[in-house]
């Protein structure tokens, strides 16, 4: 379990929110913020840069429920949402938000725990399998532009595949460059001369 991270709690009830901090130390995370204003979550996060956000709210709305993914920057960080009722369009929203855990019937300071490890653990793997989707991404992105170097090539000094991709790899490899940086470069002058 990871102890040294920082936890913003936003709860309206002082008491409870005073419990949930309690609750969390007991559990061994001690690097805890408390917040009783939700209004205030946006500025908050952006100062305390906090690591996981859990939230106890009774009766979200759509409307709070897209100011608090919005304000805690769900691609940054776990948030953890735990709300006394709710609907199936309200749970898809928040999952589809990118909301961690979203716990039904309220905050009960023995599912603190295991709660906030599923939601971080949670999110280390959706933050994985982003970047992962983003690298493929770019990979393609890459690709397409090596070939539409390649192709810019071969139709101008009327050359095979291998030898226009021969020469961009020798062209990079004598300016120090990769060779996706000399196809862009390429690319971008072809465009400029068509």
Not at 124 to 132: A, D, G, L, P
């Amino acid at each position: 379990m990871e102890t040294g991270i920082r936890i913003l709690v936003v709860e309206p009830d002082e008491d409870r929110l005073r419990d949930i901090v309690d609750a969390l130390h007991d559990a061994g995370w001690q690097d805890v913020k408390a917040l009783a204003q939700i209004s205030a979550i946006a500025r908050t996060v952006k100062e305390y840069e906090p690591e996981i956000v859990l939230i106890d709210l009774a009766n979200p709305d759509r409307d709070t429920l897209e100011h608090i993914t919005s304000a805690t920057d769900t691609g940054k960080r776990a948030v953890a949402l735990f709300v006394d009722q709710t609907d199936a369009a309200l749970t898809n929203a928040a999952l589809k938000a990118g909301v961690s855990a979203y716990v039904v019937d309220g905050l009960k300071m023995n599912r603190i725990k295991p709660v906030l490890e599923t939601a971080i653990a949670r999110f280390k793997v959706i933050r994985q399998m982003q970047s992962e989707l983003d690298a493929a991404k770019q990979a393609l992105e890459d690709r397409k532009t090596i070939d539409r170097a390649k192709g810019f090539l071969m139709r101008q000094r009327k050359m095979t595949e291998e030898e226009a991709y021969s020469l961009l790899r020798k062209t990079a490899m004598d300016q120090g460059r990769r060779v996706i940086d000399v196809a862009q470069a390429l690319v971008t002058a072809a465009d400029l001369l068509s």
